[in-house]
């Protein structure tokens, strides 16, 4: 099984800050990973597929990156909606998440 | 629009089953599949398995494997994921998404049901 390794857990910044999220693959995924956001009491919310790719109605702000094993999400200028939990998502080989990243407010 | 409509909260005693269903809309059902994902309280979610609508196949995570059995019901699109000899850490939110295959990324979501396991 694939395994994800996300990181921080938590991250504290502010609005208008430019934050990066990492997720490392134990083993070569290609760019099959996702990115969600996910609120309270909410579904995650797809932002980025295929590691770079925009999915419709997310903010240019959220940008992927990565190849292989290792992948970011950067949040550039933070907003206060962004205040959330992000999880990657490796879809290569059936589906793993990372343990996900508390975005909270500094 | 696409929706994925799930069954409402259970309360189960240790040792029940449950069967949670998930009914889809606003797209060709059968050309697409289900995974159903479930978080616990205060953790990441956790893929459980998927089911190929087209064919029926299955493919569950092994933590699940002999305990969940994923189906369909083409004629009312409608996915069901039935969890046996229920213990109180499988007290979760239980998400269905709606996959368009292998390599492909999850999403839309239903908006999750959840199950309690109480002596």
């Known amino acids: 099984d694939i395994q994800m390794t996300q990181s921080p857990s938590i991250l504290s910044a502010s609005v208008g800050d430019r934050v990066t999220i990492t997720c490392r693959a134990s083993?070569?995924?290609?760019?099959?990973l996702a990115w969600y956001q996910q609120k309270p009491g909410k579904a995650p919310n797809l932002l980025i597929y295929?590691?770079?790719a925009l999915q419709g109605g997310v903010p240019s702000r959220f940008r992927g990156s990565g190849s292989g094993t290792e992948f970011t999400l950067t949040i550039t200028s933070l907003q206060p909606d962004d205040f959330a939990t992000y999880y990657c998502?490796?879809?290569?080989?059936?589906?793993?998440f990372g343990q996900g990243t508390n975005l909270e407010i500094k | 629009q696409i929706q994925l409509v799930q069954s409402g909260p259970e309360v189960k005693k240790p040792g029940a089953s449950v069967k949670l269903s998930c009914k889809a809309s606003?797209?060709?059902?059968?050309?697409?599949?289900i995974s159903w994902v479930r978080q616990a309280p205060g953790q990441g979610p956790e893929w459980m398995g998927w089911?190929?609508?087209?064919?029926?196949?299955?493919n569950y995570a092994q933590n699940f494997q002999g305990r969940v059995t994923m189906t369909t019901d083409t004629s009312t699109s409608t996915a069901y994921m039935e969890l046996r000899n229920l213990k109180s850490d499988d007290t979760a939110v239980y998400f269905c998404?709606?996959?368009?295959?292998?390599?492909?990324?999850?999403?839309?979501w239903g908006r999750g049901t959840l199950v309690s396991v109480s002596p």
């Open positions: 998404a709606r996959v368009a295959g292998l390599l492909a990324s999850l999403g839309p």
């Open positions: 606003g797209y060709s059902f059968s050309s697409h599949g």
């Open positions: 089911i190929n609508v087209y064919n029926g196949d299955t």
């Open positions: 083993q070569d995924i290609s760019t099959w």
């Open positions: 295929k590691a770079s």
């Open positions: 998502l490796q879809y290569s080989s059936y589906w793993t």
